[in-house]
């Protein structure tokens, strides 16, 4: 399947009003965000930020340096050293003629598509210049022109329609669930329910969709966890999804209308705290982008992740956990949406140490981890793009380029078990263990939880 959308630079003519419309998004940056303006300008051509990019360490060339890349906006912005002057004379006289052309609109639909939006280069640029938000503003303008990859198109469309980016309706749903209380309780050897639209619940749980169907053991952890510790939780068949690919799309409407159905659900159940799971974006929107930002600062909910639940849980003793149960070399993936953007970092292995036998930090770890090569999307991005400069897959593109620095990663702990918060970072790190015939597991940290937990009983 072709991963540029329907409209692909091969199979739509860019025409001249296309162009008008990238030079005119541009020419907005200057009515946009500070920050982002500030990037037009600031960008040194010190290289540093190359040096710090995996996939420009992977494969250096100008196109992949994360400052170069950022130039095939800031050349037409800042054309002739005098801002937007020189794009606003064109724009009252002759179009975009002379800035931009179908090859460069070729260039912005491979390139964009290279960049995992990890954000490592802002952490390590003298300027703290965020190349990502440079190539969302890019992702934005493909996806105005419909040249968004189709797989993101598609899962977007489908969220639309469901409210979950896996498609499942109501009844798919209840029957997992019920499944996976079966698991559960054969597994523990007492019942463990998973409440489904309860009102006045103390907590609603809301993770990926992809869980449900890549990493049920990941779901199973949370309701042990939550029926360990005692919480009043429930789960919501309308919310049960909060991923959303408008961060990687650009695509600001779907981003807040699919974090409304979150705050729908919220007020709806009257719940005290939306917890966010194992997915690095989905806290980021729900947490730093929507919430209180979208709805209001008076909003009668509390946003957090289940990370800071279970990890002040385990500091207070609140159920027994056996580590000796998980005795496999574990290492633990920090997602970059949980790391650079969010600041979750120790939670997840204050969890894992009271949790295994064997961890093993991988070199470099937190905010300076290197990203798995999946992130922005491209993880659900599989087959050949469509656009003539790459004749490979993206998957390919994943397995070679974009993931060789987390395969050394992994490669030098020597751990059996990757621990992979986020759906997007399990699939590709997964996906990189099979293709280089590694034989190393990949699961969520609440996998490990599930199997250390100790209940009465003594299972």
């Not at 005290?272 to 799971?277: D, S």
């Not at 974006?281 to 730093?288: G, L, N, Q, S």
Request: overall charge neutral.
């Amino acid at each position: 399947m072709n991963t540029i959308s329907k409209n692909s630079t091969q199979g739509h003519e860019i025409g001249q009003a296309e162009m008008d419309k990238v030079v005119a998004a541009v020419r907005a940056i200057k009515d946009g965000p500070r920050s982002l303006q500030l990037y037009m300008d600031l960008c040194a051509k010190c290289g540093t930020c190359a040096t710090q990019c995996h996939v420009s360490e992977a494969d250096p060339e100008r196109r992949t340096n994360p400052a170069g890349r950022s130039d095939l906006i800031r050349k037409m912005f800042n054309e002739d050293g005098s801002v937007i002057r020189k794009i606003a004379s064109a724009l009252s006289s002759k179009g975009s003629a002379g800035l931009i052309d179908k090859k460069t609109v070729e260039e912005w639909a491979r390139d964009f598509y290279e960049c995992s939006g990890c954000r490592r280069c802002a952490k390590f640029c003298p300027f703290g210049i965020d190349n990502s938000v440079i190539t969302r503003k890019g992702r934005a303008i493909l996806h105005s022109l419909g040249l968004t990859p189709t797989r993101l198109v598609d899962t977007q469309e489908v969220s639309n329609k469901f409210g979950n980016d896996e498609g499942f309706n109501r009844a798919a749903f209840m029957d997992v669930i019920n499944f996976l209380e079966e698991e559960l309780e054969e597994e523990h050897g007492v019942p463990i329910k998973i409440p489904v639209d309860k009102e006045g619940a103390e907590v609603l749980y809301c993770g990926a969709s992809a869980d449900f169907q890549n990493s049920p053991d990941t779901v199973m952890g949370y309701a042990a966890f939550f029926h360990a510790a005692g919480i009043d939780w429930t789960m919501s068949y309308e919310a049960c999804d909060a991923a959303n690919m408008g961060l990687f799309t650009g695509d600001d409407p779907h981003m807040k209308a699919k974090n409304k159905v979150l705050h729908d659900a919220c007020m709806k159940l009257g719940v005290k705290k939306l917890v966010i799971g194992e997915c690095g974006h989905a806290y980021r929107i729900a947490k730093f982008i929507g919430g209180s930002n979208y709805w209001g600062k008076d909003i009668p909910y509390q946003i957090t992740n289940i990370f800071y639940l279970a990890a002040d849980l385990v500091k207070k003793g609140a159920f027994k956990l056996d580590p000796s149960r998980n005795p496999i070399p574990v290492t633990y993936h920090d997602p970059c949406n949980f790391a650079r953007s969010t600041g979750l970092t120790e939670e997840p292995r204050e969890l894992i140490r009271a949790c295994v036998s064997d961890f093993r930090e991988m070199t470099p770890n937190r905010d300076a981890n290197w990203c798995c090569g999946g992130g922005g999307g491209l993880a659900n991005l599989d087959s050949a793009e469509g656009v003539k400069k790459r004749e490979t897959s993206f998957q390919e593109y994943r397995m070679n380029i974009g993931g060789k620095k987390k395969l050394e990663q992994i490669r030098a702990t020597g751990a059996g078990y990757v621990a992979a918060p986020c759906a997007n970072c399990k699939r590709h790190i997964d996906q990189l263990m099979e293709y280089h015939k590694m034989d190393v597991k990949v699961g969520g940290v609440f996998d490990l939880l599930n199997r250390a937990l100790v209940l009465k009983n003594g299972n």
